[in-house]
């Protein structure tokens, strides 16, 4: 035993053997440095969302360590205004969208699945079609006109409700599930809907949580449609008022936040302290689905 280990350890290839302390060492490098590239302008956008005007100001526009951190700015768009309100819409945006979009997609997803469903073929055709052929920007615009969801939140949710990917995702994932189970509850009476609710939706969790994700990222991250359909500002999500004050360098005013004259929070603080608070729900869901993301996409996709 020790002369085959010795062996295979002697005979072992160049491509297998460890590397040498002077490479592994510089990896070690390489990746701090990558990580701090990544990490470094997220801590300037934090950072200076706590500093005050003068050191802002001393700094050049961008604080790496505030010296004396503040939570004013985010005091001030929490209080109240157009960047909180915004936020509440998007919330509920992504949530309703969200929810909607799972139920419609798996229902669709698993009708599709069943060779024994009606025009589930032709249907399905037409899904593949959604993902090489979009209509264009005037032609939604006017079937968002013509439905009469101008200045409605469903302008913002039912375009986009259902997507070709993610049926075919869920649609490739529910066919790789055990056919035995499916028969055995049948054979015990349970119907299409049964089974669906009680077997299908359980076993599909982690395929479900990906798609989730996608929905929820796409919901609220979703801009260019609120930029369309939405004139009224109080019906505003927060990618919008992101793009308004951050991107177009729209200053923000006593009125656009609690509406109470003062002294307001330096304007790059407001302006960063509004791309935290964006990201932060996303940076918060996140981690609870990561462990789904292998077994959920590659699996529904990748048969055999």
């Known amino acids: 035993m020790n002369t085959t280990a010795r062996t295979r350890t002697h005979g072992r290839s160049p491509a297998t053997a460890p590397a040498s302390l002077p490479l592994r060492i510089l990896k070690a490098i390489v990746l701090l440095v990558a990580c701090a590239l990544v990490v470094m302008p997220f801590v300037s956008v934090i950072s200076t969302s706590l500093a005050d005007q003068q050191q802002i100001t001393d700094a050049g526009g961008y604080v790496l360590l505030p010296d004396r951190p503040s939570l004013s700015a985010y005091?001030?768009?929490?209080?109240?205004?157009?960047?909180?309100?915004?936020?509440?819409?998007?919330?509920?945006?992504?949530?309703?969208?969200?929810?909607?979009?799972?139920?419609?997609?798996?229902?669709?997803?698993?009708?599709?699945?069943?060779?024994?469903?009606?025009?589930?073929?032709?249907?399905?055709?037409?899904?593949?079609?959604?993902?090489?052929?979009?209509?264009?920007?005037?032609?939604?615009?006017?079937?968002?006109?013509?439905?009469?969801?101008?200045?409605?939140?469903?302008?913002?949710?039912?375009?986009?409700?259902?997507?070709?990917?993610?049926?075919?995702?869920?649609?490739?994932?529910?066919?790789?599930?055990?056919?035995?189970?499916?028969?055995?509850?049948r054979i015990d009476g349970a119907n299409d809907l049964q089974i669906f609710v009680r077997i299908i939706l359980p076993l599909s969790k982690a395929a479900l949580a990906v798609i989730g994700l996608f929905f929820a990222v796409g919901f609220w991250n979703s801009w260019f449609n609120a930029l369309l359909y939405i004139n009224d500002p109080s019906k505003l999500p927060l990618p919008l008022v992101l793009r308004t004050y951050v991107v177009d360098n729209a200053r923000l005013g006593a009125e656009q936040l609690s509406g109470e004259a003062g002294v307001l929070p330096p304007t790059q603080s407001l302006q960063m302290a509004i791309l935290v608070i964006s990201l932060i729900p996303i940076l918060l869901v996140y981690p609870f689905l990561q462990r789904h993301f292998t077994k959920g996409v590659l699996v529904g996709a990748v048969k055999g």
Do not use: C
């Open 75 to 185: 005091s001030s768009i929490l209080a109240g205004g157009v960047v909180a309100r915004a936020l509440l819409v998007s919330v509920g945006i992504a949530v309703v969208g969200t929810v909607l979009g799972l139920i419609v997609t798996s229902a669709m997803a698993y009708s599709l699945s069943r060779p024994t469903s009606f025009a589930h073929k032709p249907i399905l055709m037409v899904v593949l079609l959604t993902m090489l052929f979009s209509p264009g920007i005037i032609p939604n615009y006017l079937l968002i006109k013509q439905l009469g969801l101008l200045n409605s939140w469903w302008s913002l949710i039912l375009p986009v409700l259902v997507t070709g990917f993610s049926v075919i995702v869920l649609r490739s994932f529910m066919m790789g599930l055990p056919p035995d189970i499916l028969e055995s509850a």
